[in-house]
């Protein structure tokens, strides 16, 4: 607890929202429970650091990879990318130290603190219109792009606080969260070289006799696009969350 309230007061952040309106709360949590449940997540990570290989292998050209919701980086093949790259950018709203850390080894690896969505700002204003992102679609040096474990994530909090602050209906809360993945999608769609979207499909809690006891679509009901692969990730195993329940959220790669 103590070094969960060390991390909060002194990890650096560009946007003040980030700590005003939890993503930094969640950053911590979730690099908590990545400590926690190392045993049941290392097994998801090294399934995103072989996707994130396998899409880089076979490039022409391998000027710039662009890795969006680099966060943690647990997930991502940090050194393989930095010596087949001339540039790796890593993008994320927060960067915890250790990540920090890790990057500053290497001359060719930059973290960006940049809101994907560049819509953050005016929801938090009260203002819930989705912009399309074009941040790096005119650079000609991306050859990859990854979205890594993000495009879901990219509804929560701003729309919580739509709901907390602005009074929004139901309804317009589940139209923001599609707006907001639709236009990721569309976003990772106009890049012209190569894109891999690693993202979960669907979450299901299982009781202790193995039975599902809910099912969610981590969608919002927007149509994801056709799977090359997946695998489970036991997010949230026994004795981590509720009593008695575990959620296995699968993972799925499409190539755009
Ligand atoms: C499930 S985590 C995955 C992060 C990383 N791949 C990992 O597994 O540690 C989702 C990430 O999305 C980031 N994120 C959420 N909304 C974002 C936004 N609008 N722009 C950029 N990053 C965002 C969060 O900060 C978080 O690091």
């Given at each position: 607890m103590i070094r969960e309230i060390w991390q909060y007061l002194t990890t650096p952040v560009a946007f003040s929202y980030v700590r005003n309106k939890g993503f930094l709360k969640e950053a911590i949590a979730m690099a908590a429970r990545a400590r926690r449940c190392r045993r049941q997540w290392d097994k998801h990570y090294r399934y995103c650091e072989q996707t994130i290989v396998n899409a880089a292998?076979?490039?022409?050209?391998?000027?710039t990879v662009l890795i969006i919701g680099a966060g943690s980086l647990r997930d991502v093949p940090l050194d393989y990318l930095a010596r087949h790259f001339e540039q790796v950018l890593l993008v994320d709203l927060v960067f915890l130290k250790a990540a920090r850390r890790q990057a500053a080894v290497y001359t060719n690896v930059q973290l960006i603190e940049h809101?994907?969505?560049?819509?953050l700002e005016d929801i938090f204003d009260g203002d819930p219109s989705i912009h399309k992102p074009s941040r790096w679609?005119?650079?000609?040096?991306?050859?990859l792009v990854v979205s890594l474990n993000l495009i879901t994530q990219l509804p929560l909090i701003p729309v919580r606080q739509l709901i907390v602050n602005?009074?929004?209906s139901e309804h317009q809360a589940d139209e923001i969260g599609r707006k907001l993945i639709r236009a990721h999608l569309d976003y990772l769609q106009r890049f012209p070289g190569r894109v891999c979207l690693i993202a979960d499909r669907e979450s299901v809690e299982y009781n202790v006799y193995d039975e599902e006891t809910d099912r969610l679509?981590?969608?919002?009901?927007v149509e994801a696009p056709s799977e090359e692969e997946s695998w489970d990730w036991?997010?949230?195993?026994?004795?981590?969350?509720?009593?008695?329940r575990r959620q296995i959220n699968r993972v799925a790669v499409s190539i755009l």
């Open positions: 292998k076979d490039l022409d050209h391998r000027h809101d994907v969505t560049e819509s679609l005119d650079d000609e040096q991306v050859d602005n009074r929004i679509d981590t969608w919002w009901e036991e997010l949230i195993p026994f004795g981590e969350g509720r009593a008695n």
